[in-house]
């Protein structure tokens, strides 16, 4: 056997992959998309929707769209198609913690370098992240957004729940 026959089968292994790890995360990319269209067309139970049809969490839904919105603001949705989407979910994450730029920056130097890894790219964001103690108002806007978000999809009591834990919210926020 020459050493063409014996690199076919992984060239082919290889491309059959990265067709596979493509389409999930343009899937994710497109989920995504299509619960931020429904959120903002009012849709009640968009997450729940979505959820069903691909068989994740309302919560994992709502993340997703949560990035898609990140990525829209920091103007990095142009990198979609070159990197993994979790890239982008580490990023969102870690955009509490460290400035956007830094995240972009770091984003945009991960999308340069060939076969870099979300688990090195989140290596590098825990590197720059440190032991920071955390900032009362981002952690109070992410709480917030939360409890919104969870207030949107839910019904009856867990809508009362929600409002709830606003009114709590704010009061905790008063000087």
């Known amino acids: 056997m020459n050493a063409a026959e014996r690199t076919a089968p992984c060239i082919r292994l290889a491309q059959r992959a ?23 067309a009012n849709i009640r139970t968009w997450s729940e929707i979505i959820s069903v049809a691909c068989r994740k969490s309302p919560r994992r839904v709502m993340e997703w769209v949560q990035t898609f919105e990140w990525a829209e603001e920091a103007d990095v949705l142009k990198w ?3 990197l993994d989407f979790t890239f982008f979910e580490l990023a ?11 995240v972009v920056e770091l984003l945009d130097t991960f999308r340069q370098e060939q076969g ?6 989140k290596k590098e964001l825990d590197d720059l992240r ?4 955390p900032d009362p108002g981002k952690l109070y806007t992410r709480a917030v957004s939360a409890v919104k978000a969870y207030r949107d999809v839910a019904d009856g009591r867990g809508h009362a729940a929600a409002e709830q834990a606003l009114v709590i919210l704010e009061k905790v926020n008063q000087p």
């Open 116 to 121: 870099a890894t979300a688990e090195s790219f």
């Open 80 to 82: 979609r198609a070159e």
């Open 18 to 40: 990265g067709a596979v790890a493509g389409d999930l995360s343009a899937a994710r990319w497109q989920l995504a998309e299509l619960g931020a269209e429904a959120k903002n």
């Open 92 to 102: 969102r994450k870690y955009a509490v913690y460290l400035s956007v730029g830094e």
């Open 130 to 133: 440190g032991e920071p103690e």
